[in-house]
């Protein structure tokens, strides 16, 4: 069975600090991950991809890679109470249509 | 451009009865996939399809029958709702040689 594993926090931060958030997945010849971040009642929404080792950055956010350890992190840059939210992490599994394995997911609380 | 619409967005129901949650795409995409998410958890995949009249059971099958009359609706069918099956239900739609999916707003369903 391949897994997503997240630690599920909450995790709080301050505003502007910088929030750290970690993914393992079991499956080592998966090949593409995204976070998604879930407001409480709303459907996830893509904030970044990765498909290579290394950091892929988009604003705030840095998504980094270690394909060897099997490890994904999200890095969110001066963070701000808008960022509260649970953040998913998925993979793509290439078994069932390119559907995603999903995370339980990280709840991010950022206080002002 | 709707992008993917669910209905209803709430529903109670009584064990044992049975209804059908519709999703509709208007992006003219080959995949399309119903997850659910409990509570604290992060989303599992429940039916996905590749294409009209293509289906195919995910991780959690049981209890639910789709279909995939036409490119733009898949409906989830629930047979005998039980207590189990209170969830909230997403479904989304890829692209063909994409990996980005999009995802309907969920639909909230209480089985009491």
């Known amino acids: 069975q391949k897994e997503v594993e997240q630690n599920s926090g909450p995790l709080s931060v301050p505003e502007g600090a910088i929030a750290s958030l970690n993914c393992t997945y079991s499956d080592r010849v998966s090949q593409s991950f995204f976070w998604y971040r879930q407001y ?6 893509l904030i970044m ?3 290579s080792n290394g950091d892929k950055e988009d604003g705030r956010f840095t998504a980094q890679l270690n394909k060897a350890s099997q490890y994904v992190s999200l890095l969110i840059r001066d963070s701000q109470p ?3 939210a649970t953040y998913l992490c998925a993979v793509i599994t290439y078994q069932a249509g390119t559907a995603l394995i999903f ?3 990280t709840t991010l609380s950022v206080s002002s | ?8 967005k709430f529903r109670i129901l009584k064990i044992g009865q049975s209804m059908t949650l519709q999703c509709t795409q208007d992006m003219n995409h080959n995949y399309m996939y ?14 996905y399809s590749v294409g009209a009249g293509i289906t195919d059971k995910g991780e959690v099958p049981n209890g639910y029958n789709v279909s995939r009359s036409t490119t733009e609706d898949f409906p989830l069918r629930l047979e005998l709702a039980a207590p189990s099956q209170t969830s909230v239900y997403f479904c989304a739609s890829k692209r063909d040689g994409e990996e980005t999916q999009y995802f ?3 639909t909230r369903l209480l089985v009491l």
């Open chain 1, 40 to 45: 409480s009642g709303k459907s996830p929404e």
């Open chain 2, 1 to 8: 451009n709707a992008g993917v619409t669910q209905t209803p």
């Open chain 2, 104 to 106: 309907g707003p969920g």
């Open chain 2, 34 to 47: 119903w997850y659910r998410q409990d509570p604290g958890m992060g989303l599992k995949l429940i039916y």
């Open chain 1, 49 to 51: 991809s990765i498909y």
């Open chain 1, 82 to 84: 808008s960022d509260s």
């Open chain 1, 103 to 105: 995370g339980k997911g």
